[in-house]
């Protein structure tokens, strides 16, 4: 996914091209009605010097009537053209968003099914603009690009072969100048695809530098390295400064010499028309129709430049979409299962597992817990708690050993069958800016209004929720606009609407107010009735109540029991214990910070 | 908009030049439908080609002279517009430079970034191809009418119907185009905080499985911007159109019109043929119009951003007559200091009438629980903040009255929160080296015990570590950070609970190794593991911005108060680490 890196500036790609077909063919019958009427008005524009040619001709002839016949067939096109223009126009763009607002979906539908692993590598601001910025830039393509390009080449064909039809010499003395220009644009396409592509790339530095010094501005001031840090971005932004110095002679050059080549062409056409002409050879309506078509001719070929630019960077952009496409999806069992009852058993075994490389969190981990028990975790920060719920929830895959459900191996489960009956509620709840009940549905169509309010109910929230609004209050981006016990409440009623058999829950360690606090003990304990449930367990009721209680230790399991059993033990769970809950709150909150 | 002339003031004489090379070109641009018009004319009168060679000769040389004259006009002008950004851009990160730490914490990243790239490029594009289209338009108008009118005023009036049609579709679709286009920005703007949003919470989407949900919800949000987009294509889909029919009716009005005047005598071929050309050079700088306006309307809204954001004054900085002192002994006090963040009128204070002394060449450590005010007062010292009251000294000087670069050469802090920028290591660490004879770079690494991490990289030094390099670990970058202070040998060093992410044992021979050096200068330790805070010759307790207790290890732990808790505390701790 690096972003210029490996970018070669080609402005045309067969295989790019095609794959960005497949999400056009949809939409083919637009494309093609807006090709034909792209034909249609390309006549239209042929016919113009035509008929402006035979008007002449009538004139110098002093033919009145027939020249009205010439002037409203002229009204006639002109109308044409506006009309297939527009609709031309149009449609293009209606094929455009439609197709690129299908590739836009198609891009968030495949993330939404990257692994984890995904989401930690990559920065979230970048793929954000895979589905924004980057389709955006295709847009571009489809208006000022491919679309346009093909159609500046339909033009200058049918130019050409309007001109050696009426006057094959003459055309052919009309074109004597293309050589030179053919010659100019193939040299200026090469020196730009070098330029542009060294244009965004040093772009790319720029932002990339700015970026990292605004991050990291305490340091640069700290080190003093104010002076040293602006000389290197100068020096950043003046490699930017020349690329685009040299783009914009070698832009200037082309524009010019375009225009040049075209007043040339005029006059040499006009020294053959003269002789044809005093050789009764060529009538001056002819004449007036080559000026016309010449003058024509040009425009495409001077705006070529924006377009090449266009399309090396909508190639640079399809280029980043198809590599996000490519990339491999969570993996999913051939014939997952899929049971009608989830028990909620859960068996740990000899379950060895690392983010990175060989660097452990949990090593050899065996443990069984039985359907309905209430089990604590334990354990000081970085001891592996939180891996041990990401595992459960299979958001990551295991390197040694397996995880057993109601003993089928997670690996086997239809991985949204296993996520929905195990529900997770962590230390900093998530919520979505939207409605409340979207946040306890989780868009769910199948729970019904009546669920939500008896969850909502039964766990507490009921009463701050009329208090915000109701279930259809909207809630700000991460629900900043409740409190730490609100957001809690909230996440109990989302995990007990979906009717789990698991509860996995980080308890919050940040004190709230007694009274929420107190909602907040009651709806726990409801929630926990009747289904097995993990906890990490920050409180000292929660540790009491439990069954059992594992206690971790740098990624093992060190000792299990109850309450009772572990203290007389006096081995890593007193001295936890002594630690985390009987020496006051100060040191329990550091200690069990979220890692 | 004044800084904005000061700016283009300095590239006055090349933008002068490109400017009349301009009026240059397009002066012989426009002559050349006249010339057109005497060869048509020629021709019509029977003329061949030794009639008409001279002319078409001329016309020849006129368009190789404009294609050199048009070429410097362009680049002239456009390079002035880049030369500008590429000024506007160093001055807007030398003033980014200057700006205080406080400042960072209250704006984001992206905002920042949009301003020095997306703004800077507006006013870019008002400068250059805005200026050329600003004074190429009137040119062009100016010899086209006056030409067209002295062949026939009639004719004139007549071809140029459509254009005030034009001008005026231009206008009202401009103001359509912004007002859809917003809409457009908007949208473009919510779908990214929608998928911002989703990504951020991904973790909650796949524990609930509700992934096609999400799905559904933003090819809703997708489809409502696909739709502002087609609104948006309506209008401008028809600008061009429009613009082509008013150029047909021109044209149409020369045939009709013009062709009766033809067949009465009063007009030539050449004529028409003029007409027709001059019909067409038009076209492109009146459609230019409606695109210049939202470019000086887009141009002078970023302009102003930019000057938002020069206008905010950097809060701490070098005082002007400041000399530096010519050495560094390293005492500091703290003489009633308060400190808020947020300004005087902030929140809780921080710090509250703080009175320290730290002797030159101690070892003094900071302890107290979480958000009682250790890092608030170490980041007084190299002034990432300054006080509300009260003074900070060094060597009995205020750190205000102290050259600032001066200060922070000499005032180490490694801070708690890790930086590296995605560079090599050795960049990484040698970024504010003081060069000492020796290498200070390889000793520095060595000292914060990197050199068995370096040796296990192929490349060593040379690795780059960040987005673009390998992701070191959060213990491993603390002691990058550590090398990079370390190599700067400030005379105070304050290590802000920067080896928390290092285990103990790695910590205790990194502070052996560093023994030595810690007793050449200075050092303030924050920290919370008990062994190194055990050892210092000072220990200071803060309790909610308050100095609590202030004595050695021993003294402080037979007094039994908050000290002696934090110890009990972490003993457990450290015995749990052990187990």
């Keep these: ?595 | 908009m004044s800084r904005l002339w000061g700016y283009v003031a300095r590239y006055r004489l090349r933008l002068a030049g490109g400017i009349a090379c301009l009026i240059g070109a397009t002066s012989l641009t426009m002559s050349v439908p006249l010339l057109f018009k005497r060869v048509v004319n020629e021709i019509g009168a029977g003329q061949g080609m030794a009639g008409v060679a001279p002319i078409l000769g001329l016309i020849a040389l006129i368009a190789v002279a404009q294609g050199v004259v048009r070429t410097f006009s362009r680049f002239m002008i456009f390079n002035v517009g880049r030369d500008i950004e590429y000024d506007l851009r160093n001055d807007l990160f030398a003033h980014l430079e200057r700006l205080p730490v406080a400042f960072y914490q209250e704006r984001r990243t992206g905002d920042l970034m949009s301003r020095l790239v997306n703004d800077v490029t507006a006013v870019r594009m008002l400068l250059g191809p805005g200026i050329l289209n600003f004074i190429n338009t009137p040119i062009y108008y100016a010899y086209g009418l006056s030409i067209m009118l002295s062949i026939d005023a009639r004719l004139t009036v007549g071809a140029l119907a459509g254009y005030p049609l034009a001008l005026y579709v231009v206008k009202r679709t401009s103001a359509m185009l912004m007002e859809r286009s917003t809409h457009v920005q908007e949208g473009l703007a919510e779908l990214s905080s929608r998928v911002q949003e989703n990504l951020s919470g991904i973790h909650v989407v796949k524990a609930y499985a509700s992934e096609d949900h999400e799905i559904r919800d933003f090819a809703a949000l997708n489809a409502t911007f696909r739709e502002a987009s087609l609104r948006l294509a309506r209008v401008r889909g028809f600008v061009g159109p429009v613009m082509s029919v008013v150029g047909g009716i021109g044209t149409l009005v020369v045939l009709w019109y013009g062709g009766w005047h033809v067949i009465q005598g009063r007009l030539s071929v050449g004529d028409m043929v003029a007409f027709i050309g001059y019909l067409n050079l038009l076209a492109w700088p009146t459609m230019a119009l409606g695109w210049m306006l939202s470019v000086l309307q887009r141009g002078r809204a970023s302009m102003n951003r930019l000057n938002e954001l020069f206008a905010i004054e950097p809060a701490i900085t070098s005082p002007h007559d400041a000399t530096a002192p010519a050495t560094c002994r390293g005492e500091i006090e703290l003489r009633g200091v308060t400190f808020r963040h947020g300004g005087p009128l902030g929140t809780a204070a921080a710090l509250e009438n703080v009175d320290l002394v730290i002797p030159a060449g101690r070892t003094v450590a900071i302890v107290g629980r979480t958000g009682s005010g250790k890092t608030s007062l170490v980041h007084l010292l190299p002034r990432l903040f300054d006080v509300d009251a009260g003074t900070v000294l060094l060597d009995g000087r205020d750190v205000r009255t102290l050259p600032l670069g001066w200060l922070r050469k000499n005032v180490g802090l490694v801070p708690q929160d890790p930086f590296l920028f995605s560079r090599t290591i050795r960049e990484n660490v040698g970024f504010a080296a003081t060069p000492n004879g020796v290498d200070p770079v390889g000793w520095a690494v060595t000292a914060a015990g990197l050199d068995r991490d370096l040796a296990d990289m192929p490349r060593g030094l040379e690795t780059v570590v960040g987005e673009r390099g390998i992701t070191l670990s959060g213990g491993q970058k603390q002691r990058v950070t550590l090398a990079r202070v370390l190599a700067s040998a400030p005379r105070v060093l304050i290590l802000d609970d920067a080896l928390s992410s290092v285990d103990a044992s790695t910590e205790r021979e990194i502070l052996d190794r560093l023994r030595d050096f810690f007793d050449q200068r200075t050092t303030i330790l924050v920290a919370h593991r008990i062994t190194t805070v055990k050892e210092a010759d000072l220990i200071v307790v803060l309790e909610q911005g308050r100095v609590a207790e202030v004595g050695d290890h021993g003294t402080l732990l037979a007094k039994g108060g908050l000290y002696a808790d934090l110890f009990r505390e972490q003993s457990l701790e450290v015995e749990l680490e052990a187990v």
């Design chain 1, 1 to 595: 996914m690096s972003d210029e890196a490996q970018v070669e500036g080609k402005a045309y790609d067969a295989r790019l091209l095609a794959r960005l077909w497949t999400f056009v063919l949809p939409y083919r019958r637009g494309f093609w009605m807006a090709f034909l009427l792209a034909v249609v008005n390309l006549a239209f524009a042929l016919a113009q010097p035509l008929l402006l040619g035979r008007a002449v001709n009538v004139a110098v002839g002093g033919d009145f009537a027939r020249l009205s016949f010439w002037g409203f067939t002229f009204l006639a096109i002109v109308v044409g053209e506006f009309v297939s223009n527009y609709w031309q126009q149009y449609l293009t763009m209606v094929v455009a968003q439609e197709s690129l607002a299908d590739l836009r979906v198609a891009v968030f539908a495949r993330l939404q099914r990257f692994p984890m692993r995904f989401f930690d590598e990559n920065p979230v601001g970048k793929v954000v603009s895979r589905v924004t910025t980057d389709v955006d830039v295709l847009t571009e393509m489809f208006s000022a690009g491919a679309m346009t390009i093909a159609l500046d080449v339909m033009k200058l064909a049918g130019t050409v072969g309007a001109m050696l039809w009426l006057d094959w010499q003459l055309a052919l003395v009309s074109l004597v100048m293309m050589p030179v220009l053919v010659f100019a644009i193939d040299y200026f396409r090469r020196m730009a695809r070098h330029t542009y592509r060294a244009i965004r790339e040093r772009i790319g530095r720029i932002n990339g530098y700015l970026q990292e010094s605004i991050s990291g501005m305490s340091v640069i001031a700290l080190s003093a390295y104010e002076a040293r840090a602006f000389e290197e971005f100068r020096a950043l932004n003046a490699d930017h400064r020349d690329a685009n110095h040299l783009s914009n002679k070698l832009e200037a050059a082309l524009f010019a010499m375009v225009e040049a080549v075209s007043t040339v062409s005029v006059a040499a056409m006009l020294l053959w028309a003269a002789r044809q002409h005093a050789a009764d050879a060529l009538t001056l309506g002819v004449v007036v129709t080559f000026i016309s078509y010449l003058q024509q001719f040009f425009v495409p070929i001077r705006d070529f430049s924006a377009k090449y630019a266009v399309m090396q960077s909508s190639m640079t952009a399809a280029e980043r979409i198809f590599g996000l496409l490519d990339l491999e999806l969570e993996p999913q069992p051939t014939t997952p299962h899929v049971p009608a009852v989830v028990r909620g058993e859960i068996v740990f075994e000899h379950v060895w597992f690392a983010y990175r490389g060989e660097d452990w969190v949990l090593r050899d981990m065996s443990f069984h817990i039985a359907a309905g028990e209430r089990v604590a975790v334990v354990g000081a920060t970085g001891s592996g708690k939180t891996t041990l719920i990401k595992l459960l929830d299979r958001l990551y895959e295991v390197q040694r050993g397996r995880i057993l459900v109601d003993g089928v191996d997670v690996r086997e489960w239809d991985v949204a069958a296993l996520r929905r009956r195990i529900a997770v509620v962590l230390q900093d709840v998530f919520l979505f800016s939207g409605p409340v009940i979207d946040n306890i549905t989780m868009g769910h169509p199948d729970i019904t209004r009546e669920q939500v309010e008896a969850a909502a109910r039964h766990v507490n929230a009921e009463t701050f929720i009329r208090r915000v609004g109701g279930l259809d209050a909207h809630l700000r981006e991460r629900g900043s606009n409740l409190s730490g016990g609100q957001r809690q409440l909230l996440a109990f009623a989302r995990a007990l609407v979906h009717q789990p058999a698991v509860l996995v829950l980080d308890e919050a360690t940040s004190s709230v107010d007694p009274e929420t606090e107190w909602l907040v003990q009651d709806a726990l304990e409801k929630l926990m009735a009747g289904r097995t449930s993990v906890i990490i367990a920050h409180r000292l009721s929660t540790i009491e109540n439990a069954d059992r209680i594992l206690v971790m230790h740098k990624g093992e399991l060190r000792e299990q029991g109850t309450h009772r059993a572990l203290l007389a033990q006096n081995g890593i769970y007193a001295k936890l214990y002594r630690l985390q809950y009987a020496a006051g709150e100060g040191p329990a909150a550091r200690v069990a910070a979220p890692t």
